[in-house]
C-alpha cells in the first residue's frame, strides 16, 4: 500500500505564509507526478499546483506568483509554499501522487487524508 501523510496547515492572518508537506511511503517504485489539491466548503476540489518527476511545474491562475511547488525525489516528498495567502485560500488541502509499484507497472493516484489551511482577513 501507498500512504501520503500531510503536515503544515494551521491558522494565518491575510497576507501570511505557510508551509505543507508531504511525504509518500509504502510499495513505491516510482513516482510521476505529485500535486497539490485543495477543496472548500461547498466547492469542488481543484488543483493547486502540480510537479513532474523532471520538476516541470504548472500553477492554479489564483495561486501564481505566491505559491511555490518543490520535491525531493530521493525521499518522496512534496512540499508547497504559500507567501501573500488570501481568505479565499482558505480550503482542505491535499496531497497527489501518481505511484507504481514496480517496473512498467500501472499509475495509480493516492491522496492525503488533507490539512486544513484557514486564511483571516
Known amino acids: 500500500q501507498v500512504q501520503l501523510v500531510e503536515s503544515g496547515g494551521g491558522l494565518v492572518q491575510a497576507g501570511g505564509s505557510l508551509r505543507l508537506s508531504c511525504a509518500a511511503s509504502?510499495?513505491?517504485?516510482?513516482?510521476?507526478?505529485m500535486g497539490w489539491y485543495r477543496q472548500a466548503p461547498g466547492k469542488q476540489r481543484e488543483l493547486v499546483a502540480i510537479i513532474t518527476s523532471g520538476s516541470s511545474t504548472n500553477y492554479a491562475d489564483s495561486v501564481k506568483g505566491r505559491f511555490t511547488i518543490s520535491r525531493d525525489n530521493a525521499k518522496n516528498t512534496v512540499a508547497l509554499q504559500m507567501n501573500s495567502l488570501k481568505p479565499e485560500d482558505t480550503a482542505v488541502y491535499y496531497c497527489?501522487?501518481?505511484?507504481?509499484?514496480?517496473?512498467?507497472?500501472?499509475?495509480?493516484?493516492?491522496w492525503g487524508q488533507g490539512t486544513q489551511v484557514t486564511v483571516s482577513s
Open positions: 497527489n501522487a501518481e505511484v507504481n509499484k514496480y517496473y512498467g507497472g500501472t499509475y495509480y493516484n493516492y
Open positions: 509504502g510499495s513505491i517504485f516510482n513516482i510521476n507526478h
